[in-house]
């Protein structure tokens, strides 16, 4: 037997305002239809005035403990991943953990950027297999609308708010790859390509937030590399094969280069999970808020075997394989 950690509940949170590509179109020299073709993207939620990424999160967290049946007091660890904390300090997991109502358990931010929510999950995993924790939830959630500078056309229409959550719990598993729960998690960073995907701003360099730069093209060139090796990684590490794959559920930051990995996996299209056309990139949050969609809308049924993947600024890039 194994300790294996199982996904037993999923929640998500998307601020009420809706940003249409037409409604960009006034602020900023671009179309719908270039946003559109290059990217896939729609519409973008927007968190309103004085509403914070621990507020995104605390709302996804709930609806991932009710899924699960749990309450706060069940949980021992929160993980939250961001790029986008409400404050330079505390973690803002400490603030949804205040949210929650819990005084006992420890929590900690992450920061990978886009890949945030894979690296959490994956320390999730390593403290629930190490017998440190026993339940936990794993959270990411952004404001990147903060981090905008609405006025450069080249990054304002790619991004939104959002936030995704599950419970992760540990379960004595046969120990075979058709054990339910994580299989295995495959992380990276390359530190040298910070200026193609950075915030210009920061506590120790700048005492100011900053504003999100990205050289779009040369992200995207790097994104179609990592992601297919780290998914080829994810398969060899299990011995399982692509045909094996139930559901991808890759980040959402261009339909371009979710079909592109779909392809090199030779996926059916209609078991990749898309939601890029409604949320835009929403950073950490992306993955957990397409797993719960589909895990609400029935398309993911217990046993199916989910591929995560995401990459990001640092550049980071990760996968995991979860048997739901
Ligand atoms: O989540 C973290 C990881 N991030 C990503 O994975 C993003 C990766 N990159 C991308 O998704 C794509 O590169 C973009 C969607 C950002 C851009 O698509 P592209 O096909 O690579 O376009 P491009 O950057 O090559 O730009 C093409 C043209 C440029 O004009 P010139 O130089 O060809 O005259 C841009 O100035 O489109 C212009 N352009 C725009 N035009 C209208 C750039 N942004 C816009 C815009 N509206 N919003």
């Not at 946003?35 to 729609?42: E, H, Y």
């Not at 005035?49 to 995104?56: A, K, R």
């Not at 990749?272 to 992306?286: E, I, K, L």
Request: aromatic content about 6%; hydrophobic content about 40%.
């Amino acid at each position: 037997m194994m300790r294996r950690s199982i996904i037993t509940g999923t929640g998500s949170y998307l601020p009420e305002r809706v940003v249409t590509n037409d409604e960009l179109a006034e602020r900023v020299d671009t179309s719908d239809e270039w946003i559109v073709s290059r990217s896939g993207i729609r519409q973008r939620h927007v968190a309103a005035e004085g509403e914070v990424t621990s507020d995104l999160g605390t709302k996804a967290a709930l609806k991932a403990m009710e899924a699960a049946g749990v309450t706060a007091d069940d949980i021992d660890m929160i993980i939250l991943a961001t790029a986008t904390p409400d404050l330079t300090f505390p973690a803002s997991a400490t603030t949804i953990q205040k949210n929650l109502g819990m005084t006992h358990g420890y929590a900690f931010d992450i920061q990978a950027v886009c890949t945030g929510f894979i690296y959490a999950l994956a320390t999730a995993d390593n403290f629930i297999k190490a017998g440190q924790a026993d339940r936990v939830l794993v959270i990411g959630a952004e404001t990147f609308s903060r981090i905008l500078d609405w006025k450069d056309r080249t990054t304002c229409v790619l991004f939104g708010d959002g936030a995704g959550a599950i419970v992760l719990e540990a379960d004595e598993q046969p120990g075979t790859n058709q054990d339910r729960g994580m299989l295995t998690s495959h992380l990276h960073a390359d530190g040298r390509h910070r200026d193609l995907l950075y915030v210009d701003g920061g506590p120790s360099s700048t005492q100011t937030t900053g504003f999100l730069k990205m050289e779009g093209r040369e992200v995207f060139k790097h994104a179609v590399t990592n992601l297919a090796n780290v998914v080829g990684e994810a398969l060899e590490a299990t011995g399982l094969s692509a045909d094996d794959i139930d559901w991808l559920i890759p980040h959402q930051a261009n339909k371009r280069i979710i079909d592109g990995t779909g392809r090199k996996l030779k996926m059916d299209p209609t078991k990749v999970v898309v939601t890029v056309d409604r949320h835009g990139n929403t950073s950490a949050a992306s993955v957990p808020l397409a797993l719960d969609e589909a895990v609400r809308d029935g398309r993911i049924k217990k046993g199916d075997l989910l591929l995560l993947e995401a990459m990001g600024g640092g550049f980071t890039w990760g996968s995991a394989l979860v048997r739901f």
